[in-house]
């Protein structure tokens, strides 16, 4: 018997042994369990709303316009020169810039509707055959966007614009200030025509609208899409204002909803 004693330490190592090697294994496992565990609730966040026992859903898309007769106009007016060289381009440019700019105030424009969009400094070719190109001149352009929110000061002023030196304006381009509003309008009226069309759905199926299950908004939520009304002309008589034609302005809302029907 006393030869047999020293055989329970080793068991004793090997068991220890064995523990150690299974503890991270269990760790990993308990951390697996525990991901898996919360699983469940962040799928259950995406998973579709489900209709009440008996209940129907249907799923109605709906659009609805706005039409608004426009209260801002943006355009966009600058002057080129030319010169022999650089700096005269540049000089002659800034100095016809002045007097634009100068008319822009004096038309009541805030300086936060003012914006430079780009001076640009060009130079000249001539093109020759077989031979390399050579600069003429150079071409200086200062170009300015602005805003004008009474649309009926627009015409006298692009006419003050091109009195005071600008040879070139682009524009106008209308649009609504209180786009938010109208935008809201047109999403009340696409919700009314949703529940309309889902009222007759359910009539015809002898049940009746219970709620509303989900809201989702899609297509032309962004700029108002201006309606084919728009002209800009100069009238014969050269002491005539420009004529301008706003026309109107269309903001649409797109809404897709799902209703419950039921008896």
């Not at 759905?201 to 609208?209: E, H, I, S």
């Not at 809201?215 to 004529?243: F, N, Y």
């Amino acid at each position: 018997m006393p030869r047999h004693a020293p055989a329970a330490p080793r068991a004793t190592a090997v068991t220890h042994t064995r523990l150690d090697r299974l503890r991270p294994l269990a760790l990993t496992l308990a951390l697996a369990l525990g991901t898996l565990a919360t699983m469940p609730a962040s799928a259950q966040n995406q998973t579709p709303a489900m209709a009440t026992p008996g209940g129907t859903l249907l799923s109605v898309s709906a659009q609805a316009e706005v039409r608004r007769v426009p209260d801002i106009a943006t355009l966009s007016t600058g002057v080129v020169t030319q010169a022999a060289d650089a700096n005269a381009a540049m000089r002659a440019n800034a100095e016809q810039m002045d007097r634009v700019v100068a008319a822009i105030r004096k038309a009541g424009i805030a300086e936060r509707d003012i914006q430079t969009s780009g001076v640009n400094l060009y130079p000249q070719y001539r093109h020759a055959e077989n031979q390399p190109p050579t600069i003429t001149g150079y071409q200086a352009n200062n170009t300015v966007n602005i805003t004008v929110r009474d649309i009926d000061k627009l015409g006298p002023i692009m006419d003050a614009l091109v009195a005071s030196g600008a040879n070139q304006v682009n524009g106008p381009s209308f649009d609504i200030d209180d786009k938010d509003g109208a935008l809201d309008e047109a999403r009340k009226a696409a919700i009314a025509k949703a529940r309309a069309r889902a009222e007759m759905y359910a009539g015809t199926l002898g049940m009746r609208v219970r709620r509303i299950v989900s809201i989702s908004e899609g297509g032309s939520l962004g700029p108002p899409v201006p309606m084919p009304m728009m002209a800009m002309a100069r009238m014969e008589k050269a002491q005539a204002d420009t004529s301008i034609s706003p026309g109107e302005n269309t903001v649409s809302a797109n809404l897709d909803v799902v209703f419950e029907l039921g008896q």
